[in-house]
């Protein structure tokens, strides 16, 4: 049997660059390896401080466009399972069975938990939820046994608490029913938004969407941050940490290697402008997204929500296996 693969995607909006390179290249260069699991993880987005109690409403058509996304990208429904969490009420109580054996002040001191608090300016005004969103995700990748994860940058120290959660009940029961879960974390762990902005976000606004049109990225490019004290084309710029060349290595084609590396060269000595290098990385980007556009024709909502449908059903099937066992090793079945 082929080893299992699981992630997965909180629809709070639509997939962006910054997902390819952190994650979906990793899957779809694993699909046909691993027998690969996808979890769309709508719960999760009712803990998102951003989504108030008048966006809840917002996170079901989220989950279809998210998932058209990654059908988009190529990650087919004869390769990939997608399953919904709301769907599968087993994965809450794995999760409330996992929360008796990690402490409140473990699960504070979750470092993406923390900094999120932090950027956010949250306070204390975030919901249990929000904290227990490390229980809730090995619920999600230990329902189907995930061995191997790839997920972007931030989700490392998730990851690292549902491997603590899995090493602890394969002790509790003196047995391996879970896997011991692999991290792969994306060529590009965090993509720079075009705002500048260390990482690239939906709440900040510095993105381009897998979905967006030519003239949305040209929009969006022609408004990319560069390099702040290049006053004039004439002047010497810096290459390292500036998106258009961060963007430019990220996704363009083996063909244009060549010429990036010139525009390298001429914009370190002041020989090319900054609109010239936008308008190449716009064909550029144009080029990348293309095959995703004519693929994403191909999926109308009745088509995604079909497919949502089946690989629930059989994810489900693996849930309630997952959590018998579980429960199992505590003694919980009369």
């Known amino acids: 049997m082929k080893k299992r693969l699981m992630t997965g995607f909180t629809p709070t909006g639509k997939l962006h660059l910054g ?35 008048l966006r809840y409403a917002e996170i079901q058509g989220y989950t279809i466009d998210v998932t058209r996304d990654l059908l988009s990208v190529g990650l087919s429904e004869d390769e990939v399972t997608y399953y919904v969490e709301s769907e599968i009420p087993e994965i809450y109580e794995l999760a409330a069975l996992f929360s008796m054996y ?39 990748i230990l329902c189907v046994k995930g061995e191997m994860v790839p997920v972007g940058k931030d989700q490392e120290a998730h990851l690292e ?15 391996n029913n879970f896997p011991e879960i692999k991290t792969l974390i994306g060529r590009v762990g965090k993509l720079i ?84 290098l936008k308008k190449y990385l716009i064909s550029v980007l144009n080029e990348f997204l293309e095959p995703i556009r004519e693929r994403r024709k191909q999926y109308d909502d009745a088509k995604v929500l079909d497919i949502l449908k089946k690989g629930t059903e059989k994810a489900r099937e693996e849930a309630k296996n997952t959590l018998r066992e579980v429960k199992e090793t505590l003694k919980l079945i009369y």
């Open 102 to 140: 990690v402490s409140h002040n473990r699960a504070l001191r979750n470092p993406t938990i923390k900094d999120e608090i932090k950027v956010k300016e949250l306070g204390d005004q975030f919901s249990l939820g929000f904290v227990n969103y490390p229980m809730y995700q090995a619920a999600d």
């Open 193 to 276: 938004g075009t705002d500048g902005n260390p990482k690239m976000s939906k709440s900040l606004g510095n993105t381009i969407f897998l979905s967006a049109s030519p003239e949305e990225v040209e929009k969006k490019v022609m408004n990319m941050y560069t390099d702040p004290k290049r006053i004039h084309s004439t002047d010497p710029g810096t290459v390292e940490g500036n998106p258009l060349f961060i963007y430019l290595d990220a996704f363009s084609a083996e063909v244009h290697k060549n010429q990036i590396e010139q525009y390298k060269e001429l914009y370190k000595e002041g020989k090319v402008g900054d609109v010239e």
């Open 161 to 175: 608490q549902a491997r603590e959660i899995s090493k602890t009940f394969n002790m509790i029961g003196k047995n």
């Open 19 to 53: 997902h390819y390179v952190g994650n979906l290249e990793n899957l779809l260069k694993l699909k046909s390896e691993y027998d690969a699991f996808l979890i769309l993880a709508d719960v999760h987005a009712l803990g998102t401080p951003s989504f108030s109690n």
